[in-house]
């Protein structure tokens, strides 16, 4: 009897360490903390944006910000090269149809799994543009909350905002 409370509490605290160690993904460091909800709108289009614009050699415009698109207050960091950005081009926009599900902060969902290239919640599935996948480091697939956004610069892609992470990502519907 002893013994077996004895590995019980082993098996307790190394549970409890490993849980604990596993959150620590959710610590920002640097003075950087993510949104406590969503933004109320998605960015606004970019206006005189250059013809051929550079992707942006990183994100971290502030001391300890990511080095990802992310909000920052209500400016949205990293969506600036307009509409002319060949990253996000597309040959057949919309090819799989419209997302159906609502847009914008009042409607939160959760991830329900899958990855960059094929993810789902609530019966829908979208994948994380090529250009994003390396942004999307550290996302939760099977429980992150996040909100999808109208791209006002991209046809064909929606933003993808990840909750807990305050970051966003290019997605395209790829239907139910």
């Not at 002319?84 to 926009?93: E, M, Q």
Request: charged share 15%; hydrophobic share 35%; glycine share 14%.
């Amino acid at each position: 009897m002893k013994n077996t409370l004895s590995l019980l509490a082993i098996v307790t605290m190394a549970t409890c360490t490993l849980g604990f160690a596993q959150r620590g993904g959710d610590q920002h460091k640097g003075g950087y903390t993510p949104p406590a909800h969503a933004p109320s709108k998605g960015p606004a289009a970019v206006h005189n944006a250059p013809a051929n614009p550079a992707p942006p050699a990183h994100y971290d415009t502030k001391p300890g910000h990511p080095n990802a698109p992310h909000v920052d207050g209500s400016k949205w960091v990293g969506h600036d090269t307009g509409p002319n950005d060949a990253r996000y081009h597309l040959d057949h926009p919309w090819e799989h149809g419209h997302f159906g599900g609502g847009i914008g902060a009042k409607h939160v969902y959760v991830l329900a799994g899958g990855g960059p290239s094929r993810f789902w919640f609530g019966g829908f599935y979208f994948s994380v543009a090529a250009a994003d996948i390396a942004l999307c480091d550290g996302w939760r697939w099977g429980s992150d909350q996040i909100v999808i956004y109208d791209d006002p610069d991209h046809v064909g892609w929606y933003l993808c905002y990840n909750v807990r992470l305050g970051v966003y990502v290019h997605v395209m519907y790829l239907g139910t």
